[in-house]
């Protein structure tokens, strides 16, 4: 079955911090804690349990917040009023702690556009670090719980070192590097993880403009740049 994850404490604060001919600039603070894993227990030491962001929203449209985007047609409709006026989410920092010690810092900037499977273009880079600590962690658990209920935990810590590259300049440091192309590609570090993200039920990988179903995302999910509830602005 599909993963339910809950959270003790959620906090998103979110400011207007200028608006330019219709267009707002958004300041975004949120934090999370408390973060657990009902359906898949074996990742509990990798799933983070705090989150930390902070990220500014530029040239969200006014006339975003007017559409009913409860269809098809009004996500494509608020996508596209976000496209035209060139939404982007810069990403200032994102700080990630999971109980395995596994830590995770990024920044990153994506443009909106209506290329499926992520309807951004830009770049996110994330560092991992404690990975040798969190995998000696997993490695001594793993012979006290057994190998069904840690193995999964360590493959996947062992699959996320695969794909990282190390940070020449900081020793114990893993660099991803997440491209998403105009074209709708994604690559970690050069190497194309388009098929994974279809995997994962990120849309279609053709390249085309088929829209999700469903409520938009809210940040930091990186597909449109959309902005998190706000109180309506007084005219």
Not at 4 to 16: A, E, H, R, W
Not at 205 to 225: E, L, Q, V, W, Y
């Amino acid at each position: 079955g599909k993963n339910t994850l809950s959270v003790g404490n959620l906090q998103m604060k979110n400011k207007i911090a200028n608006i330019s001919n219709k267009l707002l600039t958004i300041n975004v603070v949120g934090s999370a804690d408390g973060i657990k894993s009902y359906n898949a227990p074996a990742f509990t030491d990798i799933i983070p349990q705090t989150a930390n962001l902070t990220a500014t929203i530029r040239n969200m449209p006014m006339e975003y917040f007017t559409i009913n985007q409860s269809t098809q047609e009004g996500q494509q409709k608020a996508r596209a009023a976000q496209v035209a006026a060139g939404t982007q989410i810069q990403i200032d920092s994102l700080d990630l702690n999971s109980p395995s010690g596994l830590k995770a810092t990024g920044t990153g900037l994506l443009t909106a556009t209506n290329v499926s499977p992520t309807y951004n273009t830009g770049n996110v880079t994330i560092n991992l670090t404690n990975m040798a600590d969190a995998i000696a962690k997993l490695q001594t658990q793993m012979g006290k719980n057994g190998m069904a209920n840690t193995g999964p935990a360590m493959m996947a810590i062992m699959m996320l070192q695969g794909m990282g590259q190390a940070a020449p300049d900081k020793p114990g440091q893993t660099v991803y590097n997440i491209n998403f192309t105009p074209d709708g590609q994604v690559t970690i570090n050069g190497q194309n993880m388009t098929v994974l993200t279809k995997m994962l039920g990120m849309g279609k990988t053709d390249g085309t403009t088929a829209p999700k179903t469903g409520a938009t995302p809210s940040i930091p999910t990186p597909t449109a740049p959309t902005a998190p509830a706000m109180t309506p602005l007084k005219k």
